[in-house]
């Protein structure tokens, strides 16, 4: 009775299979959320920034493919899990949130 109200419309994935899944799926889009001074200062390559603080974020994603499958992530998690509430919102389906932001995400090879 209460299944779906709990439940998430994303996935968070921890970040070895995020890495796994960015490496392993074709066309994936990877959704970077933090601000420009955060991106500049590391990033995942092949990364597209839309600051989820910034005013025109809903702006950006309404020009997204819905159909895509979408990698998203912050520095730490939560702003990311918001992006991924207001996609699904939005009508985006296949939405998958880095658990511990970059800051998990593994550097190097």
Do not use: H, W
């Not at 933090?34 to 995942?44: D, K, L």
């Amino acid at each position: 009775m209460f299944g779906n109200l709990f439940s998430k419309p994303y996935t968070d994935l921890g970040a070895v299979e995020f890495k796994k899944m960015l490496e392993g799926t074709p066309n994936v889009v990877l959704l970077d959320v933090r601000t420009a001074a955060e991106v500049a200062q590391g990033a995942i390559k092949g990364n597209r920034n839309i600051d989820i603080m910034s005013g025109n974020f809903n702006n950006k994603i309404d020009g997204l493919d819905k159909d895509k499958i979408y990698l998203i992530y912050c520095r730490s998690g939560a702003r990311s899990a918001n992006a991924c509430r207001v996609m699904a919102s939005k009508g985006f389906k296949n939405l998958y949130n880095l658990s511990g932001g970059y800051m998990a995400y593994p550097k190097g090879k």
